[in-house]
């Protein structure tokens, strides 16, 4: 079961990965999911919803045609609604290859030498991490030797304002 970790009510919409393996789901009005059948061994869960923080559970144990439950409280993201305006950051080129550039409009509240962009993959490693420049646009780079594949952007200023970027390597 998928939930706001603020008030325990179950939450629609989210999604549900099995990493390494093609399984997933969307959880229902009831905050379930059922993942399907995947081999047995060890993985990595991962739950995700728009407005929230994702997150993994390691070293989750399944076996074929034993059903396991992994139960998610996922954290709301301070200030969603106004972070979600995509006009108080743009990132780019999407998809990347050997950089990222992140601009904030003068307008944006994350356009402050406090503000921290982290990137990491979907396991929730930190990659890289660094301050943006008070110039409103910071460079990612030395980022080539990455795998291709989904990453995040974590982007947060210093009155706790945040926002999450999915960005793709190829």
Same mark, same amino acid.
């Given at each position: 079961?998928?939930?706001?970790?603020?008030?325990?009510?179950?939450?629609?919409?989210?999604?549900?990965?099995?990493?390494?393996?093609?399984?997933?789901?969307? @959880?229902?009005?009831?905050?379930?999911?059922?993942?399907?059948?995947?081999?047995?061994?060890?993985?990595?869960?991962?739950?995700?919803?728009?407005?929230?923080?994702?997150?993994?559970?390691?070293?989750?144990?399944?076996?074929?045609?034993?059903?396991?439950?992994?139960?998610?409280?996922?954290?709301?993201?301070?200030? @969603?609604?106004?972070?979600?305006?995509?006009?108080?950051?743009?990132?780019?080129?999407?998809?990347?290859?050997?950089?990222?550039?992140?601009?904030?409009?003068?307008?944006?509240?994350?356009? @402050?030498?406090?503000?921290?962009?982290?990137?990491?993959?979907?396991?929730?490693?930190?990659?890289?991490?660094?301050?943006?420049?008070?110039?409103?646009?910071?460079?990612?780079?030395?980022?080539?030797?990455?795998?291709?594949?989904?990453?995040?952007?974590?982007?947060?200023?210093?009155?706790?304002?945040?926002?999450?970027?999915?960005?793709?390597?190829?």
């Amino acid at each position: 079961m998928v939930t706001d970790a603020t008030t325990g009510s179950p939450l629609v919409d989210a999604k549900v990965f099995v990493l390494n393996s093609p399984n997933a789901d969307t @959880t229902g009005a009831d905050g379930l999911y059922k993942t399907g059948a995947a081999a047995t061994g060890s993985y990595t869960l991962r739950a995700e919803r728009t407005g929230y923080q994702p997150q993994v559970i390691t070293n989750v144990t399944l076996q074929s045609g034993v059903v396991t439950t992994r139960n998610f409280a996922l954290s709301p993201l301070v200030g @969603t609604e106004d972070a979600e305006n995509e006009s108080f950051v743009r990132v780019s080129p999407t998809p990347f290859e050997d950089f990222l550039s992140v601009e904030f409009p003068a307008v944006s509240p994350f356009k @402050t030498e406090e503000t921290t962009l982290r990137l990491s993959d979907f396991s929730g490693k930190r990659i890289l991490e660094k301050k943006a420049d008070a110039s409103g646009i910071t460079v990612l780079d030395g980022l080539k030797k990455l795998q291709a594949g989904t990453y995040l952007l974590q982007i947060a200023n210093e009155k706790g304002l945040s926002k999450v970027v999915r960005v793709v390597k190829l």
